[in-house]
């Protein structure tokens, strides 16, 4: 495959066909199909970055992606990146020049489910690393009424893509983030072995793969827990105008037991005003329910704040038996009075909500524009000021799409893991700017929110805040050595087991590709 690839590289392949459709070269090798239609593979979600690879291999198992690997560090420059349905914001998934794995070629590979221990332990689904969470969801819930614990918002993303990252969503204060809800994984390392990692079992690769930016090894299977999926979901959304009033309510939410709270917690800002973008027509779940402002305090500031919660039942749970629980906890909480919302679906409906905002967005066209989104963790300590400098200040007139800010728990990351999390207090808040902008000229260029949330971070650092970025990307090793702090060490050691040539994703730009070959045996 190595000399096969020289050519390929050069253009020399003889068995090269040219692809129907668009002209460009589709080679196969043993079954590995290799295509120079890199059109897709050189841009992302983000919008904002564009890099064309070499080449797009479509491996159908970890077997060819370990020969692309071995392929790629028998060169003197090849670099390989893994990519899943090309979500990423700053181009994490791209390879300049180099080899783009497409993992969603994988995804028809068969689910398996099981029991750990054997008959009666935890059970647990293997799924490839190219299948979709919701495709998880649909298999899981539709074949054995089971369903993982934790989940991101959006499931139209790879099982790796989320795993190699955290994987966030309102279940994350109960069971920690999805790479906590995995017990094994199978690995191809920037050495092109495959490699079979649990916590037990070859943990330091199954430690430093979760949460790793793809740095050390490509995910082609994990083994996700399962628990029972229920029927039903209330869902409910209350109004805050007041930032510590939010705060405390939501923090007390997420420190409360299994079988005591709400199943689901998250928030967020929105604009004081009929903005439909950003204001109250944002607030409302169902389409008859309608926000009135009049309820509203009035020195209610320029932003206010939105309790979204969610407790699951089954079909046999009785009425007033439901609606004591749910009574008994909001009752609890101190938000405008009359501003709430809520409506009874089908926790499919539920976990699919996102998929509606994703065909409204296509439809008006906005699907497609770039998304300068920023993520970020902030430590509890910092919380309020960065409700005062930034939600009532810098982005006071919304970002055209949700601003999301919930507590977390940092005892539920493990710090094993190498996902990077504020540690002066065990409550953090994740606050996520996810624009949704149309392209200019009827919205403003992206550079320009670029920039808003350049100015964000430099606060934060101003400042001294306990920050951390969310799916994080620098321009400089410096910077990424500032992310990973005490923990950088370990980052380096792992990448030079795993990884020796720092081949693999590229596009984090943490690394540069040492110009050698990696002697394969």
């Keep these: 495959m190595i000399a096969y690839l020289e050519h390929f590289v050069h253009g020399n392949d003889a068995e090269s066909r040219q692809d129907d459709t668009d002209g460009d070269v589709v080679s196969s090798l043993d079954g590995l199909e290799i295509t120079t239609a890199t059109a897709s593979a050189g841009k992302d979600f983000g919008g904002t970055k564009f890099s064309k690879p070499l080449a797009v291999v479509r491996p159908s198992s970890a077997v060819d992606i370990a020969r692309a690997v071995r392929a790629a560090a028998a060169t003197a420059n090849l670099t390989v990146a893994a990519r899943g349905n090309g979500h990423s914001i700053n181009g994490q998934a791209m390879a300049h020049r180099g080899l ?169 800002v929105f604009v004081n005003s009929d903005d439909p973008c950003n204001g109250w027509p944002t607030v409302p779940i169902h389409p008859n329910q309608r926000f009135d402002p009049v309820r509203l305090p009035s020195n209610a500031g320029p932003v206010l704040y939105c309790l979204e919660l969610a407790l699951h039942y089954r079909h046999s749970h009785h009425p007033s038996t439901l609606d004591m629980e749910v009574e008994k906890l909001v009752g609890r909480l101190r938000f405008v009075e009359g501003v709430k919302f809520e409506v009874d679906v089908s926790y499919m409906e539920f976990l699919l909500r996102v998929k509606r905002v994703e065909e409204e967005a296509k439809v008006k066209g906005i699907w497609d524009a770039p998304h300068p989104w920023l993520n970020m963790f902030i430590s509890k300590s910092n919380i309020a000021e960065f409700d005062r400098e930034v939600f009532k200040k810098i982005i006071r007139n919304g970002v055209g799409g949700p601003i999301l800010v919930y507590p977390l728990l940092r005892s539920k990351w493990d710090s094993r893991h190498s996902v990077m999390v504020p540690e002066s207090s065990n409550i953090f808040y994740i606050v996520a700017l996810l624009r949704f902008v149309p392209a200019p000229p009827k919205g403003p260029h992206a550079e320009i929110l670029v920039a808003q949330n350049n100015a964000i971070i430099q606060l934060c650092y101003n400042r001294g805040f306990d920050f951390k970025l969310y799916l994080p990307h620098y321009n400089s090793q410096e910077n990424w050595m500032r992310h990973f702090g005490d923990k950088w060490t370990r980052f380096i050691d792992r990448k030079a087991n795993f990884d020796p040539l720092a081949l693999l994703a590229p596009g984090q730009k943490i690394f540069s590709r040492i110009p050698q070959p990696l002697s394969i045996t």
């Design 100 to 268: 783009v794995l497409d993992m969603r070629a994988m995804e028809n590979h068969c689910f398996r489910f099981g029991a750990e221990n054997g008959s009666g332990g935890l059970r647990y689904v293997d799924v490839p690393g190219g299948a979709l969470w919701e495709d998880v969801l649909k298999r899981c819930v539709s074949q054995f009424g089971l369903a993982p614990r934790s989940w991101t918002d959006y499931l139209g993303l790879t099982v790796g893509g989320t795993l190699s990252n955290g994987g966030v969503s309102g279940q994350a204060f109960r069971y920690g983030p999805q790479t906590a809800n995995v017990t094994e994984m199978e690995v191809v390392t920037g050495r092109g072995e495959t490699v079979i990692c649990s916590e037990k079992q070859n943990s330091e690769l199954f430690f430093a793969a979760l949460g790793g930016l793809g740095q050390f090894g490509i995910i082609t299977r994990a083994r996700v827990l399962l628990q029972q999926a229920p029927d039903m979901v209330r869902w409910i959304r209350v109004v805050y105008s007041e930032f510590e009033a939010y705060t405390r309510d939501a923090e007390w939410l997420v420190s409360l037991r299994e079988g005591e709270g709400f199943d689901y917690v998250e928030g967020f």
